[in-house]
């Protein structure tokens, strides 16, 4: 019978979001995160994101919404994911190191004031900590999406956005509505 594990799992999901909507600092932070979005936008400037596997299908996800539409028929928005030109991404894997796939788009790409999100549910995924680490010099603002721990990402980024929970799928479904919510908000707010 899989009912009951089917109950568990939706359950499982609907109490890390609790916990989430519980954690006031945190919503103060997706409060923040969207603001610095909104003026970015303002200021002409571009949002990235980057992740690996179900966190580079978020990436490119919320890099949709944006740059496509959310709710109203609007004009698109400056947001990439930059994992999506595989040629690029497996020369730079193949002739340096997967860790660089990221920091060496972000040093071409980059600019002052740009939004880079760094996905990552444990906070320690390589390429994402030399991405945050570039877009830094770069004069990026960096927002981190993870888990509870915040990894080795907590001390990287201006944001960290830590969802409460070790759960890999239920951190990943958190990120995708965090995602919605600034989208929603930052859409909102530009066009009104």
Do not use: W
Request: hydrophobic letters at 40%; one cysteine or more.
């Amino acid at each position: 019978m899989l009912l009951p594990k089917i109950e568990e799992i939706i359950s499982n999901s609907i109490q890390t979001k609790k916990l989430l909507l519980e954690d006031k600092k945190l919503l103060s932070v997706i409060e923040d995160v969207t603001e610095v979005c909104v003026k970015a936008f303002q200021d002409d400037k571009q949002i990235l994101f980057g992740g690996n596997g179900g966190s580079a299908a978020d990436a490119q996800h919320l890099a949709a919404e944006f740059s496509g539409r959310f709710y109203k028929d609007r004009d698109p928005l400056n947001a990439e994911a930059l994992h999506v030109n595989t040629s690029y991404l497996t020369a730079v894997a193949n002739d340096y190191s997967y860790n660089e796939i990221y920091s060496r788009i972000i040093k071409a790409k980059g600019r002052k004031g740009d939004v880079l999100f760094g996905i990552s549910t444990s906070g320690n995924s390589g390429n994402i900590i030399r991405a945050i680490e570039e877009a830094k010099l770069q004069g990026m603002i960096t927002v981190g999406l993870t888990g509870g721990s915040g990894g080795k990402m907590k001390d990287l980024c201006d944001y960290l956005i830590n969802v409460p929970s070790d759960d890999t799928p239920r951190i990943q479904e958190s990120h995708i509505m965090v995602g919605h919510i600034i989208c929603e908000l930052v859409e909102a707010n530009l066009f009104i």
